[in-house]
């Protein structure tokens, strides 16, 4: 029904910059909040950034001044720039969207829909 796709993940040295990007598709009807979330080995997920559809952003104090995220409304993306970064930002990285489907019987669906994962290891 929706399909978040992430890419943009691999290894990268400390210091160097990497940018995510996700991409919504299937039968949706509005995209509210869109987000990046991490998991890092052994600890529990964890937001890193969010924007709303009129582009407010929040981002943990972690990563704050570091990382960027942006979205492009008209092609249901969302991106996240890292810039400097560490090792303690090796994660599995998530994308999460709350969005507004077409059900089967063009009936209205919430959904918090979530991407598959992708891998960032900041290892020199």
């Known amino acids: 029904q929706v399909q978040l796709l992430e890419s943009g993940g691999g290894l990268v040295e400390p210091g160097g910059s990497l940018t995510l990007s996700c991409t919504a598709s299937g039968s949706i009807s509005r995209i509210d909040d869109m987000a990046w979330y991490r998991q890092g080995p052994g600890k529990e997920r964890d937001l890193v950034a969010s924007?709303?559809?009129?582009?407010?952003?929040n981002y943990a104090g972690s990563v704050k001044g570091r990382f960027a995220i942006s979205r492009d409304n008209t092609k249901n993306t969302v991106n996240l720039q890292m810039n400097r970064l560490k090792p303690e930002d090796t994660a599995v990285y998530y994308c999460n969207a709350d969005i507004l489907a077409r059900g089967p019987s063009d009936e209205y669906i919430a959904l918090k829909s979530w991407g598959q994962g992708t891998q960032v290891t900041v290892s020199s």
């Open positions: 924007i709303t559809s009129g582009g407010y952003t």
